[in-house]
C-alpha cells in the first residue's frame, strides 16, 4: 500500500538516450510535482500538476516532458540525456495545491554516462 | 530569486543533547515554514510546519520563527543516533503558484 511510488528506482544510460520515469499516487491527492536533488542536495521544482493541469514549470530545459493522463499519474519524459541529468527525481504528491504537506516517492537515481 | 540558506554541517552533536539548525530566507512575505528530514538514500519527510512568529512544540521537536529576523529554527531535545540526517528547510512561495523552496540541507550527526 505504497502512498508514492516511482519506477524505476534506478536509471543508467547513456549521453543521448531517451528515457521515462512513471510516478504514481494513491492518496487521492489533486497535486503532483517532480523535483531534481543534485549531488549537494539541492531540492528544486520542476514541474507541479493539480488535476491533470500545468501550474508550474520551472525553468526546465524543454528536453523534460512531463505528462499527467490522470490525476494519480504523473510521468518525466527526459530527450537527449546529457551528464547535468544525473541527479535523483522525486515526484510527490499534495492534497490540494496549497496543503503543506507533500507526500514524497522513494526517488530515482538517474545516472548518465 | 528566492532564496532559503542552511549551513551545510555537519553539525554534531553528542546523544542526549539539544540539536539546534537554523535557517535563513530571502523573502519577507513568505508565511509557511518546513521543516523535513531525509535520511541518506532516502525521500524527505515532513517533521514540523510553522505559520506564526514563536514557537511550536511536537514530542521532542520544536519549531522557531522570527518573522522580523527572518529566520525558522528546529531544536531537537534529548538527541537520538536516529535523529541523524539532513534536515531540508523549505519555504512555501505564494506568489509562485504555491512552490515550496527547500534550503540545500544541514547534515546533522548525532554521536553516542
Known amino acids: 500500500d505504497t502512498a508514492v511510488s516511482q519506477t524505476p528506482k534506478y536509471l543508467v544510460t547513456q549521453m543521448g538516450n531517451d528515457k521515462s520515469i512513471k510516478c504514481e499516487q494513491n492518496l487521492g491527492h489533486d497535486t503532483m510535482y517532480w523535483y531534481k536533488q543534485d549531488s549537494k542536495k539541492f531540492l528544486k521544482i520542476m514541474f507541479s500538476y493539480n488535476n491533470k493541469e500545468l501550474i508550474i514549470n520551472e525553468t526546465v530545459p524543454n528536453r523534460f516532458s512531463p505528462k499527467s493522463p490522470d490525476k494519480a499519474h504523473l510521468n518525466l519524459h527526459i530527450n537527449s540525456l546529457e551528464l547535468g541529468d544525473s541527479a535523483v527525481y522525486f515526484c510527490?504528491?499534495?492534497?490540494?495545491?496549497?496543503?503543506?504537506?507533500?507526500?514524497f516517492g522513494p526517488g530515482t537515481r538517474l545516472t548518465v554516462t | 530569486q528566492k532564496e532559503v540558506e542552511q549551513n551545510s554541517g555537519p553539525l554534531s552533536v553528542p546523544e542526549g543533547a539539544i540539536a539546534s539548525l537554523n535557517c535563513t530566507y530571502s523573502?519577507?512575505?513568505?508565511?509557511?515554514f518546513f521543516w523535513y528530514r531525509q535520511y541518506s538514500g532516502k525521500s524527505p519527510e515532513l517533521i514540523m510546519f510553522i505559520y506564526s512568529n514563536g514557537d511550536k512544540e511536537d514530542g521532542r521537536f520544536t519549531a522557531q520563527l522570527n518573522k522580523a529576523s527572518q529566520y525558522v529554527s528546529l531544536l531537537i531535545r534529548d538527541s537520538q543516533p536516529s535523529d541523524s540526517a539532513t534536515y531540508l528547510c523549505?519555504?512555501?512561495?505564494?506568489?509562485?503558484?504555491?512552490?515550496?523552496?527547500f534550503g540545500s540541507g544541514t547534515r546533522l550527526s548525532i554521536r553516542p
Open positions: 523549505a519555504v512555501r512561495d505564494y506568489s509562485s503558484a504555491s512552490k515550496i523552496i
Open positions: 523573502d519577507r512575505g513568505s508565511q509557511s
Open positions: 510527490a504528491s499534495s492534497q490540494v495545491r496549497d496543503r503543506d504537506e507533500q507526500y
